[in-house]
C-alpha cells in the first residue's frame, strides 16, 4: 500500500502544474481581450515646422574653365607657367621649338621678293608691247600675251603675301599665351614632349578664370524640378569640411534633360561664393535645396499615414515632399482606430502638414498596430 501513495503524488503535483499554467495563459489572454489599446503604438498629432528639402549630389567647378591648346604642332621647348601659377591675359605659358616654322617664314619672303621681281618685268614688257602695238610692229594677239603675264604676275604676288601671312601666324602660335586672368589648374605637357595638332587640338593648360567665384552642376529628378527655382537657397557640405555649412543659391535650370535608364534628369547649377579660396575644383557638394518651410502648423507623423488596419485597404502613404488632396489616418478612440480624411500639404520625410480635416491638436493618432506579433506567441494547454 505505500507504494501507490508514492507514485499518486508526482501525479498530483503534475497535474497542478499543468492547471497553473493554463490558468495563467488564459489570464493574458483575457487581459489582452480586455486592454485593445495595447494593441496600438500611437503617436499625438502637435505643432511644429516642416522645412521641405531636395537632396542631390554635385561637383563644385571654376564658373569659367578655359582649356588652352595650340594650333601648330612641334616639340616643347620651355614651359613659363605650372601648376597653380598665377596669370594675366597675354602672358607666355610655353613655347614650341620654331625652327621649321622660321625656316618656312624665310622661304615664304624669298618667294614674295621673287614674285615681286617678276610683276616688274611682266610691268615692264606690257609697256613695251603697248608701244609696238601702237606702231604696228606686234599683233593684237601679242598685245593680249603681255597683259596676261602681268596679271599672272600680279596673282603671284598676292599669292606669295598670303603664304608669307599664314606662316607668320604658324610662328606666333609657337608661343602659347593664356587668353584670360586666372589660375593654372591643370598642365599637361612637359619640356621635350611633341605634340600634334593634325586631328584634334591638344589640351596644353586648363585655367581657371576666378576660384573666388565657383558652381555645383547637380541633377534634379524630373519629379523634384518643379519645386526649384532660381534664387532658392542651397545649403552644402564637403567631405574635406564635414562639420562646416556651405550655402549658395540656384543660379540656372537648364532646359536640356539628361535620359539614363529611362530616368529623366535636369542639371541644376549652384552658384557659390568661395572668397576664403577653402573649396577646391573637384570637390563634391551634398546639396540640399530649401523649396518649402511652414512655421508652426499642425503636423502628423508620417507612419500614421502609413498605418492601415487588417480589414481597411487605406491609402497609399505619402512620400517624402509630395502633396495630396486627401488621405486616411486612424485615430484611436476607446481602443479602436477610427478611420479620418485629412488634407495633406507638405512633408520633410518624418512629418507631414495637414490643411484640412477632423484632427486637432493632441489627436492620438496609430502608426503601428503591435497585436499582430502578439497573437502568433499567445499559447494553450495542451495535455499528452
Known sequence: MPQPNRNIRPLLAALLLFAAIGGGAYWWQQRNAS?????????????????????????????????????????????????????????ILAELDPALFEAQYLQDQANLASAKANLDLMQAKHQRAQLQFQKGFISADALDQAKQQLAAAHAQVALSEAQLKRDRTNLQYTVIRSPISGVVVARNVDVGQTVAASFQTPTLFQIAADLKDMQIETSIAEADIGSVQIGQTVRFNVDAFQERPFSGKVKQI?????????????????????????????????VMIGVGKRDNVLRVP??????????????????????????????????????????????????TEILGGELKEGDLLITRELGQKKKEGNFGLRLF
Open 35 to 91: 486592454q485593445p489599446q495595447d494593441k496600438y503604438k500611437t503617436q499625438a498629432v502637435e505643432r511644429g515646422n516642416i522645412a521641405q528639402t531636395i537632396s542631390a549630389n554635385g561637383t563644385l567647378n571654376p564658373v569659367t574653365m578655359v582649356i588652352v591648346g595650340t594650333q601648330v604642332s612641334g616639340t616643347v621647348k620651355k614651359l613659363h607657367a605650372d601648376f597653380n601659377s598665377v596669370v594675366k591675359p597675354g602672358q
Open 302 to 351: 508620417n507612419a500614421a499615414l502609413r498605418f492601415k488596419p487588417k480589414k481597411d485597404d487605406g491609402d497609399e502613404p505619402v512620400k517624402k515632399g509630395e502633396k495630396r488632396s486627401g488621405t486616411t489616418v486612424y485615430r484611436l478612440e476607446q481602443g479602436q482606430p477610427k478611420a479620418l480624411k485629412i488634407k495633406t500639404g507638405l512633408s520633410d520625410g518624418a512629418y
Open 254 to 286: 537648364r532646359l536640356n534633360p539628361t535620359v539614363q535608364q529611362n530616368v529623366v534628369t535636369y542639371n541644376v547649377v549652384v552658384a557659390v561664393n568661395n572668397a576664403d579660396g577653402v573649396l577646391l575644383p573637384g570637390m563634391t557638394g551634398h
